[in-house]
Every structure is written in structure tokens, then in C-alpha cells.
């Protein structure tokens, strides 16, 4: 977290070392969704065209709150948090305008996710034709802005303990990316765990027959990630329930695996997240050893809402 806001947001924030860090309670508030909003927001996910009402009805009762709150701030102030969202918004926002108002010459040190958008939305070539409509798609906006196998685990350690370790002991980006077994595993992870399963769409812009089904242009298609894993006609002959790295090593059909999705809108945060998971994952590795924990047989406890969320994992962790 404390990485995502430094590096997507340009804000400082230190939530490893605090756990009662503002940030880290919103953010936490933000993807637990509650039953209703998880609807509406599925909702819109397969009728785009009701997004701008469905969107007015969920922050239809923060802006009443904030209202209420600006006409009788000692009412409602202590009773009644602001929506986390709207929260963390406020701070985007406010760092936003920070750099938007500071000259060129003082940002261009900045060179975060944050800068990038900024420059590409205020970039003079895009500014002076945004009157042309093909011209105004172009810019961005700001709301666009394992049970533990120890064969496995060993295997792993292996190849983390024989890269060639600098004097400091750091980890770097080639060496992390270097590791072909942990990219292995890692591609296993999100072949079985694929994170994000349901919130994804695509309009279809053409008709079109696919498995003799008729596609009509317009029509919003969601793919079934989960159903695409577990096929076994695109993962076998391994059964694709057993967690197998080594499967990775055949060549699949290029559409088999999307846990980041597919095309020109796929997550832009891939190569950061695939970085991240690998470094921590080796990190971890490193200095510790994943035992079976107390509950173990009650596997890996998840919900599957927009995300697959954690509720429990039974492990345990010895020093090495
Ligand atoms: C393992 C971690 C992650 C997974 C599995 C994941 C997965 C996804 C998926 C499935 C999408 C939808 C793409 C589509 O509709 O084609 C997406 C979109 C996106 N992701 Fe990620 N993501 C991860 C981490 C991250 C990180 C770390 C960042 C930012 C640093 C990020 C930023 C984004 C953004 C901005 C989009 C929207 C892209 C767009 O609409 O053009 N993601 N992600």
C-alpha cells in the first residue's frame, strides 16, 4: 500500500509501520463493499448506459451526508464518517491541484503514475484539439484515473538463495525478474487466484458469430476468468485444480489466461504488480519458512465479491 500511494498517488504515507494509519482504514473501507453497493456496481458492469444513474444513487447519500454536514458540522461530524472513497478522493484531488498549480520546471522531478497522467491529460498537443471529438477520447480524466507445499516452497528457495545477492543485499528488478521457477509460481497464483473476476467488461463493436453464438454490435461481454482457468481442454492434461507451476512450461492458447485481462485496456499495473508480489514473495522466502498452520484443513478461506478477498490463511511462519 505504502508503494502504490507513493508511486500511483505521489503521497507519503507509512502504513507498514502503522496500522491505524488513516489511509490503510479507508482504502480497507473502500473494497469492503456492502451487499447493495456490490450489486449496483455488478449492475453497471453489464448495462454501462445505467452507470450515470446508478453512480447518482451511490454517491447520492454521501453528497446528502456532506451536505448535512456543512449545515450542522457538530451534528453529524462525530456520528458519521465520511465515505471512505469520497476521503481518499479529497486527498487525490488535493495533490492533483498541488502539482497542476506548481511550474513545469518544479515537477518535472516527479516521475510517478500520478505526473505521467497529469502530463498526458494537460499535454499542449491534446489541449489545443480538444474540441475534436476523436481528439477528447484521448484524454484522460480522473475517474478513468497455497495449503503450504513444501516441495514447492524448497524448490523456490533454491533459486532465491543462489542469485547472485550485491553486498547490501538488495533486491532489484533484474533480479527478481530473472527467476524462472518463482515466475512459475507466480503465474500459477493468478491462474488459480485470478483476483479480479467479475468486474470485467468489453462492448462488442461489430457483429459477429462466435461457437455459433450470434453477437450483436453493442453488446456488453463479461468473460468467465474462472471458467477460462480451470478448463482443462486449455490447461490439461494435468487436472487444472491441482497447483502445478510447471504446467506454465507449455505453450496455451494466447486467450487461456487473463488474470490481468486482455487487449489495449488491460491492467496498466502488471509489470509493477507481477514486480511487487515477486519481490515480497522473495523476501518472505528469504528469511522465513511457511509452515501448515493451527485450522490448516479449513483451507484458504476467500470471498469472492469484485475481488477474491482473503479472509484467513492457517499459517504459520519460523524464522529461518
Ligand atoms: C496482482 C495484482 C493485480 C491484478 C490481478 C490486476 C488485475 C486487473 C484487471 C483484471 C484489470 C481489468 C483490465 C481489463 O478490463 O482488461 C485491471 C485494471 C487496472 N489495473 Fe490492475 N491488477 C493488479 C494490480 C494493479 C496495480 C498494482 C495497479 C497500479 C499500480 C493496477 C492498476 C490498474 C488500472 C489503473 C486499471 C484500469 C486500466 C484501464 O481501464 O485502462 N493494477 N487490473
Given at each position: 500500500m505504502d508503494v502504490i500511494c507513493r508511486c500511483a498517488f505521489g503521497m507519503d504515507t507509512d502504513m507498514q509501520n502503522d496500522i491505524d494509519n488513516a489511509f490503510l482504514r479507508k482504502s480497507q473501507l473502500t473494497v469492503d463493499q456492502n451487499p447493495e453497493q456490490l450489486f449496483l456496481i455488478k449492475l453497471g458492469n453489464l448495462m454501462p448506459f445505467l452507470i450515470p444513474v446508478l453512480t447518482y444513487i451511490i454517491t447520492g447519500q454521501a453528497l446528502l451526508l456532506h451536505l448535512f454536514r456543512k449545515v450542522a458540522p457538530t451534528w453529524f461530524s462525530p456520528q458519521i464518517e465520511e465515505l471512505a472513497r469520497f476521503w481518499i478522493l479529497k486527498r487525490v484531488e488535493s495533490v492533483i491541484n498541488t502539482r497542476m498549480s506548481s511550474k513545469s520546471n518544479e515537477r518535472q522531478n516527479r516521475v510517478d503514475l500520478l505526473q505521467l497522467m497529469i502530463d498526458a491529460s494537460t499535454h499542449d498537443d491534446i489541449k489545443d484539439d480538444v474540441n475534436d471529438e476523436s481528439m477528447e477520447s484521448k484524454k484522460l480524466h480522473y475517474d478513468e484515473?497455497?495449503?503450504?507445499?513444501s516441495d514447492i516452497q524448497d524448490k523456490l528457495r533454491a533459486e532465491i538463495d543462489e542469485q547472485e545477492w550485491n553486498d547490501e543485499n538488495q533486491l532489484d528488478y533484474d533480479l527478481v525478474m530473472n527467476m524462472m521457477y518463482m515466475d512459475l509460481v507466480v503465474r500459477e497464483v493468478l491462474r488459480m487466484?485470478?483476483?479480479?473476476?467479475?468486474?470485467i467488461s468489453r462492448e462488442c463493436n461489430t457483429s459477429t458469430t462466435v461457437c455459433g453464438y450470434q453477437i450483436e454490435k453493442g453488446s456488453i461481454i463479461q468473460p468467465d476468468i474462472l471458467a477460462v482457468h480451470y478448463d482443462p481442454d486449455l490447461w490439461?492434461?494435468?487436472?487444472?485444480n491441482l497447483f502445478l507451476?510447471?504446467?506454465?512450461h507449455v505453450k496455451r492458447h494466447p486467450m487461456a489466461y487473463m488474470p490481468f485481462c486482455i487487449g489495449p485496456r488491460n491492467c496498466v499495473g502488471m509489470r509493477f504488480a507481477l514486480m511487487e508480489l515477486k519481490m515480497c514473495l522473495t523476501q518472505l522466502l528469504r528469511h522465513y519458512t511457511i509452515l501448515p498452520g493451527e485450522n490448516?484443513?479449513?483451507?484458504?478461506k476467500h470471498r469472492e465479491t469484485l475481488a477474491i478477498q482473503p479472509d484467513a490463511i492457517y499459517v504459520k511462519l519460523e524464522k529461518r
Open positions: 484515473v497455497v495449503t503450504t507445499r487466484y485470478p483476483i479480479i473476476i467479475t468486474s490439461g492434461p494435468e487436472d487444472p507451476p510447471e504446467r506454465h490448516i484443513e479449513e483451507g484458504f
